[in-house]
């Protein structure tokens, strides 16, 4: 059975960091790895992905401050955050791309930044 467990979020001072991460199990073959954000009352958008090849693509809102990072061995997936902004506050969420099933999500974790 698939699944992914996020951890690491908490509550941030603006311009802190914080560390992500995302253990994933009972999926073969994933293609690709991503961190997206949900704040309230908004969509959830991509921050974040990854393929297994190392390739990464940012949201522009988070280029030059987190970097996405996997590593295969442990199933895991890392989101590194620098320089958090308000604007960085909301629950995110990691997701699986298997490259024969359906796409899974981890019930997320809340970043909370405050200015």
């Known amino acids: 059975q698939a699944q992914l467990v996020e951890s690491g979020g908490g509550l941030v001072q603006a311009g802190g960091s914080l560390r992500l991460s995302c253990a994933y199990s009972?999926?073969?073959?994933?293609?690709?790895m991503g961190w997206y954000r949900q704040a309230p009352g908004n969509q959830r958008d991509m921050v974040a992905t990854i393929t297994t090849s190392g390739s990464t693509n940012y949201a522009d809102s988070v280029k030059g401050r987190f970097t996405i990072s996997r590593d295969n061995a442990q199933n895991t997936v890392y989101l590194e955050m620098n320089n958090l902004k308000p604007e960085d506050t909301g629950v995110y969420y990691c997701?699986?791309?298997?490259?024969?099933?359906?796409?899974?999500w981890g019930k997320g974790t809340l970043v909370t930044v405050s200015s």
């Open positions: 997701k699986a791309e298997p490259l024969y099933s359906m796409s899974y």
């Open positions: 009972g999926m073969l073959q994933i293609k690709n």
